[in-house]
């Protein structure tokens, strides 16, 4: 069983202004692979806010961190930037996909900056606020996370086709 931490990125959420829909479906997609949600926790747009939460769940030792909002063009949308001062090594394949097979549901799925990547054994993958884009993106990349986690972990060997 995997470990996996979510982080919401919203202002007004953090403002209790909105709801958790998307963490949520994040929480709901996740527990259905039977991989263990520790925590949900929700930040403002603030990049210290964002890189912060994300460095206490890999210091928690947590396998997979999905975040979802902040990944778009708004002034206040800093996820990638947060992420990208937090991981050591990118993982640009996921977001490529996401976006790739999102974009023939919505063009405007080419707009996200989500990015993906690595930091220490702990992945982490941004998805975008709305719970229906979370279920698409996630749809895309669950099929290969559960792999991608036990070779990173450890629990699995280096990545070979399967025929």
Known sequence: MF????????????????????????????????????????????????????????????DLVLTTGGTGLGPRDNTPEATLAVIEREVPGLAEAMRWETFKITPRAILSRAVAGIRG???????????????????VILPVLGHALGVLTGREQECARKE
């Open 3 to 62: 470990r996996v931490a979510v982080l919401t990125v919203s202002d007004k959420g953090a403002r209790g202004e909105r709801e958790d829909l998307s963490g949520q479906a994040v929480k709901e997609l996740v527990a259905d692979q039977g991989w263990q949600v520790d925590e949900i926790r929700m930040v403002s747009d603030d990049l210290a806010a964002i890189t912060g939460a994300l460095l206490d769940f890999v210091t928690a030792g947590v």
């Open 121 to 139: 054994k702990t992945l982490i993958v941004n998805l975008p606020g709305s719970p229906q884009a979370v279920r698409e993106c996630l749809g």
